[in-house]
């Protein structure tokens, strides 16, 4: 990972460093435990601990991504740098049959001294305890207030079952990796086996349903479609009732009904989450996304910024970033943020093809070409079918075109309309919105604010649509 991750960080944008007041990273703790197999451990106990530093809505805290970037070179005056923030935590985990010793240290980024350390023995089943314990000595070093009951905050929807607890870690061990079918499957299997550990886990329901839905919507054929996405949403509303103020629950809920175009619904679930967690820089980068396809510019740039200073490291953020200012037509500013995600993940073909939709909105059609020819396999067959189009070579546009639909059907309806929007043909493109329609295909969410289509919107047929999507106002 280190090796990998060493071109992006020297690559990353200068930043002048003035952190925040009560900002902190959080680095992944050492693993003392002698097997390299209990990696997904201390791993896993970090990203918790963080996230319980997050709960604390007076820390600034940056995310997982950015933060574990620093996994093999955690000089701590980089850290702070890359990351703006004051102070960093580091520490080291040794597991044993049953118990745990985890060693913490806080140190003031500024002057690199130490502000607070001490060493925690516990049993395992204490885990969410001692999460609890750290994350308010960690607080009480920053000499942050904390308001209300923080321990009821830091341990909502978690455990005190040892082994449901190390069932979670394994699954997010799992769904972090490179997510095709079988990472998903086994993910979903970890959290499974998790929640039949301890039948209350809240936010175990919360990441099944998300893994639930990914394999719905990008895996699984058939029937089997329409049952993951009705477990995943089963899920969620479990999650909100075992937890009704777990954000985690609330953002699964919000990416589900998005997913089904319940759009006024996702919205009030995102608006909850975001309330709950306002320094989620996932639920952000989500809602950020949702909320400028929704047509609201400005809340959803802002999120979609937001969610980069909080993990300035993670090229999804940036990627987000860059859809969304593509959805906002501020192909400039969308560029400029696809670029920066290139910087961070240069091997993602995904990148490539946003870069094209970009490119050939502005009207850069050679650029797109070669963007869209280096792009992902699932997205070359559409740009290319459009940018031919403008190039004037309509024969290879026409050929691509024909077998896209002939490998997948009614499918990718929502991508035919687009095409023979641009080509010109308007009532073909009508069909194939109306055939999407009746399959309540995903992507018709890009209907509202995606400028392919505008040669569509002046036509009752079209208008007629998208009053029956209820896209928000």
């Known amino acids: 990972m280190g090796a990998a991750a060493a071109p992006a960080l020297a690559s990353a944008p200068a930043t002048v460093f003035n952190p925040p007041p009560h900002s902190i990273a959080v680095l992944p703790f050492v693993n003392l435990s ?9 791993d896993g106990l970090t990203e918790e601990l963080l996230n319980s530093l997050a709960e604390i809505n007076e820390l600034q805290v940056a995310a997982r991504t950015s933060s574990f970037s620093f996994k093999e070179h955690p000089d701590i005056a980089t850290v702070a740098h890359k990351l703006n923030v004051g102070a960093v935590l580091e520490g080291s985990v040794r597991r044993s049959a049953h118990t745990i010793r985890i060693t913490a240290q806080l140190i003031n980024a500024v002057t690199g001294f130490h502000l607070w350390s001490k060493t925690y023995d516990r049993d395992l ?3 969410l305890k001692l999460q609890t314990d750290i994350a308010t000595a960690v607080a009480g070093a920053l000499k942050v207030t904390l308001l209300g009951d923080a321990a009821a905050k830091i341990e909502l929807g978690g455990t005190r079952n040892p082994a449901a607890f190390d069932a979670y870690l394994r699954a997010a061990n799992a769904y972090r990796g490179a997510l095709d079918e079988q990472s998903l499957r086994d993910s979903i299997a970890r959290y499974s086996e998790a929640i039949q550990l301890d039948p209350d886990y809240a936010i175990a329901y919360a990441n099944r349903a998300i893994a639930r839905f990914d394999l719905a919507r990008n895996w699984a054929t058939g029937e089997s479609v329409r049952d993951y996405r009705e477990s995943a949403q089963a899920d969620a509303r479990k999650a909100i009732l075992l937890a009704p103020d777990l954000a985690e629950g609330h953002l699964a809920l919000a990416t589900l009904l998005e997913g089904t175009l319940e759009f006024r619904g996702a919205n009030q679930e995102y608006g909850r989450a975001l309330a709950l967690a306002p320094g989620n820089a996932k639920l952000l980068r989500h809602y950020g996304t949702f909320a400028v396809q929704m047509g609201q510019i400005e809340a959803g ?3 979609a910024h937001r969610s980069v200073v909080l993990d300035p ?11 969304s200012e593509m959805y906002a037509r501020r192909y400039g500013e969308a560029l400029t943020a696809l670029k920066e995600a290139k910087v961070f993940a240069p091997d993602n ?4 093809a946003w870069l094209a939709y970009t490119y050939y909105a502005s009207g850069d059609f050679q650029s797109a070409r070669l963007a869209c020819e280096s792009g992902d396999k699932s997205n070359r067959p559409i740009c290319l079918a459009l940018v031919y189009n403008k190039l004037d070579r309509r024969p290879e546009a026409e050929s691509l075109f024909t077998k ?5 059907g009614d499918t990718s309806a929502v991508f035919y309309a687009m095409i023979y929007a641009q080509w010109g043909k308007t009532t073909r493109a009508l069909d194939w919105l109306e055939t999407a329609m009746r399959h309540r295909d995903p992507y018709l969410e890009k209907l509202k604010t995606n400028a392919s289509f505008d040669p569509l919107r002046s036509e009752p047929r079209f208008q007629a649509i998208e009053r029956e999507l209820k896209f928000l106002d």
């Open 404 to 408: 896209f639909q002939a490998d997948r």
């Open 301 to 303: 740039l802002e999120a």
């Open 349 to 352: 073909a995904g990148i490539n």
């Open 34 to 42: 002698g097997d390299k197999e209990q990696e997904y451990f201390s």
């Open 125 to 127: 089943g204490d885990v």
């Open 313 to 323: 490291l993670n090229f999804l953020n940036y990627l987000s970033l860059g859809i």
